[in-house]
């Protein structure tokens, strides 16, 4: 099935994981899914090193067990700058045996230790690429604060226009923690004229220091409230985490009563803190 149809019926809610690190056994992963099923996602997608896969379970794997063993909708995540052409069709081919319909279509993040390849610069190369060799749902990320690559947010929106022109059936946004953010960023996306479905994403503030990794390397802004509760918790992490959760819930509830199309929750491979804010949202 693909995954854009699903837009029509409601508000979704989804998932993301991540594969296993080399440190950690392939099982837990698949322990982690299992949980995961139980909140009724409407799908999974699942992340892709731009680096390369590591040894273990890898994306295919873990969408072909999404779809195949728990029965729920998977998307697999695809960044291009270090493959070529003949890597992506091998890549495609392996999805299109595993029954994988759904890809999320990325640049990926420049790593500084491995040159880029010259086959796709941008995701929407990416895009053009698949639509020309397979029948894939294809979506695509944006960015509410603009990607921190893009000179500003007006340019960086014209860009987005061009992964919708060529193919991308709905997107996935960064993770951002001003709503005002998102809102404003929709009424600029509508205004340019693009129409398809964008998901929120949201990842819950869980410890200090998972914050001050993904906010340096995604660039999001930390509004003032969520920045004083760090402040004030600090030394504390229990109370961090329990008011970084009530922070996210109160987001999401905000994000579906002001009409998004869907939530997708960065869950970090955590099922208890998914399970905690799918409880918590539950209509
Ligand atoms: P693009 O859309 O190609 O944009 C990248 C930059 O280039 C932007 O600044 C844009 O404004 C600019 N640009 C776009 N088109 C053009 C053009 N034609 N000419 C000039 N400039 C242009 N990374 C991974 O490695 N693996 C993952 O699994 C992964 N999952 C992600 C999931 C989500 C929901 C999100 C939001 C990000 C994810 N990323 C992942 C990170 C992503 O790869 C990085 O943010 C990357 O830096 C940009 O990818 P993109 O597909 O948005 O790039």
Redesign the pocket.
Known sequence: MKAVTLFKKKQLLSF?VFPPKPDVPIDRIYQTLDALKNLNPDFISV????GGSVPGASTAEICAYIQDKLQILSIA?L?CINETKESVLEKLHVFQEKGIENI?A????RNPAVLPKDDFH???DLIRFIQENGDFDLA????PEG?P??PDLE??IR?LK??TEAGASHL???LFYSNKDFYLFREKIAAAGISVPVEA?IMPVTSKKSIERMVSL?GASIPNRLAKLMARYADDPASLKAAGLEYAIEQILDLRENGADGI?LYTMNNPDVARYIAEAIAE
């Open positions: 993301e992340t892709y090193g731009a995540h960044p999320l990325l640049r990926g993040d941008y995701a929407s695509a990320a944006c960015y990607h690559e893009a340019t960086d860009l061009e992964k996935i946004s960064q994403g995604c997708h």
